[in-house]
């Protein structure tokens, strides 16, 4: 079986294998942003994610049915997995809807909504919580959002505070200092918060990529042909070497020394075969890396 190796999410001091696994996709498709999928599907899915050893797993309450998915399938194996959430999102979205907007950060909608993901996970502790929706200081200040989560921590409902951060405001984040955890967007392709994530990771905070396979090779997965333009531009073909692209992009996620576990989302058996295959090769090796780095930048990718 393939080896997956494990790294510290920062102080919160889990060991967490370097490919965790993001469960947005298992939302289903009310609401109409995600894809249907047949319950037992799911079920049989997250127990290959465990079984392949797979050890920390992402959700939210704005994810549809992901939560109670997890809590039907899989929390008869709780001790096997770290389980992050995120908070802040509307109780009962609309199906998978996405409302950025619709986040409210006050003691009443956090408490009652780490209160309703225990419920759906079918658990009494979330080893993370994640402010969802990267709001601003002032509206965490403003709520007292930060005192909430200290308190959900000392009553044991919570173990660690994290928060989904992207630019401008993760700057902010990492300096207000309470924060044990970031998610943050990164690829190849997307290089934008690179120096963000170098700063969480100086600063103790445990680093959680998303978006670690920019959503799949267009065709094979479904990422943006404008986002992967950036491949072919960079010439990263003439690097494979024999591997695929995807092991190509996820091998690149996981070099990213500062990063712990990368949440590769699929609702694919055969896509998570493969990036189980591929994380467990480990990162790539140096001189790859640095001539990828160096024909991204070239091409233009924003560092
Ligand atoms: N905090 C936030 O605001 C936020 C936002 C977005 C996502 N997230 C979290 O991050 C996780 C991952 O994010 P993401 O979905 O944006 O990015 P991602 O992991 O880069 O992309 C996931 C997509 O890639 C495809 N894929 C995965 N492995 C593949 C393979 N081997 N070959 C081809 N396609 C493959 C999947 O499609 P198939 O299902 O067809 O394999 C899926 O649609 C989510 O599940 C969620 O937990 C958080």
Same mark, same amino acid.
């Given at each position: 079986?393939?080896?997956?190796?494990?790294?510290?999410?920062?102080?919160?001091?889990?060991?967490?294998?370097?490919?965790?696994?993001?469960?947005?996709?298992?939302?289903?498709?009310?609401?109409?942003?995600?894809?249907?999928?047949?319950?037992?599907?799911?079920?049989?899915?997250?127990?290959?994610?465990?079984?392949?050893?797979?050890?920390?797993?992402?959700?939210?309450?704005?994810?549809?049915?992901?939560?109670?998915?997890?809590?039907?399938?899989?929390?008869?194996?709780?001790?096997?997995?770290?389980?992050?959430?995120?908070?802040?999102?509307?109780?009962?979205?609309?199906?998978?809807?996405?409302?950025?907007?619709?986040?409210?950060?006050?003691?009443?909608?956090?408490?009652?909504?780490?209160?309703?993901?225990?419920?759906?996970?079918?658990?009494?502790?979330?080893?993370?919580?994640?402010?969802?929706?990267?709001?601003?200081?002032?509206?965490?200040?403003?709520?007292?959002?930060?005192?909430?989560?200290?308190?959900?921590?000392?009553?044991?409902?919570?173990?660690?505070?994290?928060?989904?951060?992207?630019?401008?405001?993760?700057?902010?984040?990492?300096?207000?200092?309470?924060?044990?955890?970031?998610?943050?967007?990164?690829?190849?392709?997307?290089? &934008? /918060?690179?120096?963000?994530?170098? !700063? #969480? =990771?100086?600063? @103790?905070?445990?680093?959680?990529?998303?978006?670690?396979? %920019? +959503?799949?090779?267009?065709?094979?997965?479904?990422?943006?042909?404008?986002?992967?333009?950036?491949?072919?531009?960079?010439?990263?073909?003439?690097?494979?070497?024999?591997?695929?692209?995807?092991?190509?992009?996820?091998?690149?996620?996981?070099?990213?020394?500062?990063?712990?576990?990368?949440?590769?989302?699929?609702?694919?058996? &055969? /896509?998570?075969?493969?990036?189980? !295959? #591929? =994380?467990?090769? @480990?990162?790539?090796?140096?001189?790859?890396?640095?001539? %990828? +780095?160096?024909?991204?930048?070239?091409?233009?990718?924003?560092?």
């Amino acid at each position: 079986m393939p080896n997956l190796a494990k790294r510290k999410l920062g102080r919160t001091g889990l060991d967490v294998t370097v490919l965790g696994f993001g469960a947005m996709e298992l939302r289903g498709n009310a609401g109409g942003r995600g894809r249907a999928i047949e319950p037992e599907q799911a079920g049989k899915l997250l127990n290959t994610v465990l079984d392949s050893g797979i050890n920390f797993i992402d959700t939210s309450i704005d994810y549809g049915e992901s939560e109670e998915t997890i809590g039907k399938y899989i929390s008869n194996r709780r001790n096997e997995y770290f389980l992050a959430s995120k908070c802040g999102c509307p109780l009962d979205p609309p199906g998978a809807a996405w409302n950025p907007a619709g986040h409210v950060f006050t003691r009443e909608n956090i408490t009652k909504g780490v209160e309703q993901s225990l419920k759906r996970l079918n658990t009494d502790h979330l080893d993370l919580i994640q402010i969802h929706a990267s709001p601003s200081k002032e509206t965490l200040e403003h709520d007292h959002t930060v005192q909430t989560l200290q308190d959900l921590k000392k009553a044991g409902k919570i173990r660690f505070i994290g928060s989904s951060s992207v630019l401008p405001n993760i700057h902010d984040h990492i300096k207000m200092g309470v924060f044990d955890e970031f998610q943050i967007p990164y690829s190849a392709l997307q290089r &934008e /918060h690179e120096a963000a994530i170098a !700063e #969480a =990771a100086k600063a @103790g905070a445990g680093v959680v990529i998303r978006g670690g396979v %920019a +959503k799949g090779v267009p065709g094979e997965g479904r990422g943006a042909e404008d986002v992967w333009k950036l491949w072919d531009k960079a010439k990263l073909n003439d690097l494979l070497n024999g591997m695929t692209q995807m092991e190509f992009i996820l091998r690149f996620t996981i070099s990213n020394p500062d990063m712990a576990t990368t949440i590769v989302g699929t609702m694919n058996p &055969e /896509h998570l075969k493969h990036n189980v !295959e #591929a =994380a467990s090769k @480990g990162p790539l090796p140096a001189a790859v890396y640095a001539e %990828a +780095k160096r024909r991204l930048t070239a091409a233009g990718a924003t560092a």
